[in-house]
């Protein structure tokens, strides 16, 4: 499940990649929310927003308090078993902190919050603490709605939607021509209709000259933007 943006890092023009969930990018559209609760029974909604480790680090954004995912850390990775009884750490917003009680972000770190996790249908949910590790600033989407307290874990590339993509602006065209062709090389089995479709989407979603674009992470969430 690393195949496709382990080559998408490898083109010309990129200088990094990394999967997420819609959610992550605070789209209206894309929300997914949960009570986390809190002291004295109190429960609040939060976004809940799955990642893969360097999203951050794609969009360029450092830790106000405490750190972000790291690949060494076993605590930030425990979702990869899907039948894992212990949740995540979980890296927090700005506005999660202020709604935890705590304005100053330092505060924040090593706390925990409690939470539904869902694991898979027929099975329990896993009701338990997370620690956190990391306090990053808001990022809306737009500037006509406040951000919501969001927090988030990483969660297995297979499973996440979109790959952010992070292009130097100079080799557009290089970057645009080799991304089907690394899309091939990664899913060979994808090699039909459907799969050549999926790799065109991949390639058109590169077109752009801002900073950062996106693609789809896998040929099951790759689709034909015509």
Not at 4 to 17: E, H, K, N, S, Y
Not at 69 to 89: I, L
Not at 152 to 160: E, H, I, M, T
Not at 176 to 204: D, H, L, N, V, Y
Request: charged share 20%; with cysteine.
């Amino acid at each position: 499940d690393t195949a496709f943006p382990d080559q998408v890092r490898r083109l010309p023009g990129v200088t990094a990649a990394a999967c997420s969930s819609p959610n992550a990018l605070h789209t209206p559209q894309a929300q997914n929310i949960t009570a986390v609760q809190l002291g004295g029974g109190r429960k609040e909604s939060f976004a809940v927003a799955p990642v893969d480790f360097g999203f951050f680090e794609v969009y360029g954004i450092k830790p106000l308090a405490g750190r972000l995912f790291q690949t060494h850390h076993g605590e930030d990775r425990v979702v990869e078993q899907q039948d894992a009884k212990v949740q995540p750490t979980v890296v927090i917003n700005q506005a999660a902190a202020r709604t935890l009680g705590f304005p100053n972000p330092e505060d924040t770190v090593g706390k925990t919050l409690t939470w539904d996790r869902f694991v898979k249908p027929g099975a329990p949910d896993v009701i338990a603490p997370s620690r956190i590790i990391g306090v990053v600033p808001d990022m809306p989407m737009t500037v006509r709605s406040a951000t919501d307290p969001t927090f988030y874990f990483v969660f297995p590339k297979k499973r996440l939607g979109l790959l952010s993509i992070k292009l130097t602006g100079k080799d557009i065209p290089g970057t645009i021509k080799g991304s089907p062709r690394m899309f091939t090389i990664a899913f060979p089995r994808s090699r039909t209709s459907a799969g050549e479709s999926a790799a065109r989407a991949a390639a058109r979603t590169v077109w752009r000259t801002s900073p950062t674009t996106m693609a789809a992470c896998s040929p099951w969430t790759a689709t034909d933007r015509k």
